[in-house]
């Protein structure tokens, strides 16, 4: 191959690259004005900003627990409007000794976690349905790439405190039980799908009915 092609199949491959991540700020910061999309919204006026823009306290302590011993809160740019057009983003999530998170993504972004207490088995799920999964302790970090299937759970005597941060401002979240059997799908799909009988699937159904979310 000659030179050229080389340097414009790596211009082509950088390209790609910036592409899959959230678009670089053209300022040193934009505020948004209303955080609820979670989009590049209009930036506040800059001379009104203060630090508080800046600062979030609602991870100081764990938010309400679910039935599956999870409280997780996103701190993303729609309750953080100072992470706007910053390509970036946080959670803090607590699990009961036993607790879940259960199976699943975010669509747009990588996401690296921190076990600041605890010891939990967490893991991912590639596109061959490889599973890479173990337990990891106190002090040690694990990704799941960007748009894969992963899950957690306690499997410590005590609560287990998880930090993680995302290349998104806006990651999104989608739980894989809700999204299939939660979300309205026509019945004769699911049962078919699963090889689900009408009652299996209603239970189901009632299971993983959800609210719509992010
Ligand atoms: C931003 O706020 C400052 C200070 O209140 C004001 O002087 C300026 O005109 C405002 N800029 C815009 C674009 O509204």
């Known amino acids: 191959m000659s030179q050229k092609i080389l340097i414009i199949l790596f211009i082509f491959l950088h390209c790609q690259v910036i ?8 300022q040193d910061f934009c505020i948004a004005h ?3 999309s979670g989009l590049n ?3 506040k006026n800059s001379s009104l900003a203060t630090v508080e823009d800046f600062v979030f306290s609602g991870v100081k302590s764990p938010g309400k627990f679910s039935e599956t011993g999870l409280s997780a809160t996103s701190v993303n740019s729609k309750i953080f409007p100072g992470l706007n057009t910053l390509g970036m983003s946080f959670v803090r999530a607590d699990l009961e000794p036993g607790g879940i998170n259960p199976p699943h993504f975010h669509p747009r972004a990588t996401e690296i976690v921190f076990v600041l207490e ?5 893991g991912f799920v590639d596109t061959q349905n490889r599973v890479f999964s173990r337990v990891i302790e106190k002090g040690e970090v694990m990704v799941f790439p960007r748009g894969l299937l992963h899950f957690q759970m306690n499997v410590g ?3 287990a405190t998880i930090l993680g941060s995302f290349d998104s401002q806006n ?3 989608q739980r894989i ?5 939660g979300s309205g799908i026509e019945e004769g799909l699911l049962e078919k799908a699963f090889g689900l009988s009408p009652k299996e ?3 189901l159904r009632r299971k993983f009915a959800s609210e719509h979310k992010e």
């Open 118 to 122: 605890g010891k939990v088995y967490s």
């Open 41 to 43: 919204l209009q930036c």
């Open 34 to 36: 209303e955080a609820e």
């Open 171 to 173: 990651p999104g979240l």
């Open 19 to 26: 592409l899959a991540s959230d678009p670089d700020p053209v």
């Open 157 to 159: 005597y005590e609560r």
């Open 177 to 181: 039980a809700n999204a299939v059997f």
């Open 201 to 203: 699937l209603a239970k």
